[in-house]
């Protein structure tokens, strides 16, 4: 994580929101996206789901605690993620180059260069309640191999989102600390956590996500997100 300082740019966010960006690694922005254009998104994904139309990640396909053992055990076909969200709809295009969200992560991450990669969370998520599965502990950074960090991920919440509905939890500060690889289990989820001086899975925030409102994080920073347990689907856009 370099300290250099940051160019000031301008943009939708104030200077509290950029300090509290830089010391907690996330931040939490509300209705970037229009109504018209959530709906739009929504109206998407559900003509995708039913029925599901690939590219798509089954929850069995992750095996994580929650999912499915494979695809013939009961809820084996259940979608976890609608993959290459920006090629699969125009609609999803234009929320990724929204001029309001293009400048908030330019401020986030103090260039004018800005790039969007496809290669990871290039997605929408869609958890079901029936088969829903729980993600550990990780840092977002384990998906790519990029040299330098300076990578925002940006979760926008097509309806509210909160524990039950398997939100995403994190640890405020975390990005700063500096964890070996040692403190990872084999698929890079803190499978140890023996230092809770330095790391306390105790110590995580669930800030909650209404409707329309988008999570801006590091890609260092940690984070959990949950299993849904209630009756609704929730679907959210990360990119």
């Known amino acids: 994580m370099s300290n250099l300082p940051k160019p000031i740019i301008a943009g939708p966010l104030t200077e509290i929101q950029l300090q509290q960006f830089m010391r907690d690694g996330y931040l939490i922005v509300r209705k970037l996206a229009s109504t018209a254009l959530c709906q739009r998104m929504i109206e998407n994904v559900e003509t995708s789901l039913k029925p599901a139309l690939g590219p798509l990640e089954y929850e069995s396909d992750v095996r994580y605690p929650g ?11 259940t979608p976890r993620r609608l993959l290459n969200a920006y090629a699969r709809d125009a609609v999803f295009r234009q929320w990724a180059g929204a001029r309001d969200v293009v400048s908030a992560v330019k401020q986030l991450v103090g260039t004018d260069n800005l790039l969007l990669t496809q290669n990871h969370h290039n997605c929408i998520m869609t958890k079901m309640p029936e088969y829903s599965s729980k993600t550990g502990w990780h840092q977002d950074i384990r998906y790519w191999s990029f040299d330098r960090p300076e990578l925002v991920n940006v979760w926008l919440a097509l309806g509210d989102e909160y524990s039950e509905k398997g939100g995403m939890k994190f640890i405020p500060g975390s990005h700063k600390l500096e964890l070996d690889r040692g403190r990872f289990d084999a698929d890079l989820f803190a499978g140890r956590i023996d230092e809770a001086h330095l790391w306390d899975p105790n110590a995580f925030v669930d800030p909650g996500l209404l409707d329309r409102s988008t999570s801006c994080s ?9 299993a849904n347990t209630e009756g609704s689907t929730t679907r959210v856009l990360p990119e």
């Open 218 to 226: 590091y890609v260092s920073t940690k984070q959990e997100p949950g």
């Open 67 to 77: 999912a499915p053992v494979n695809q013939s055990a009961p809820g084996g076909f």
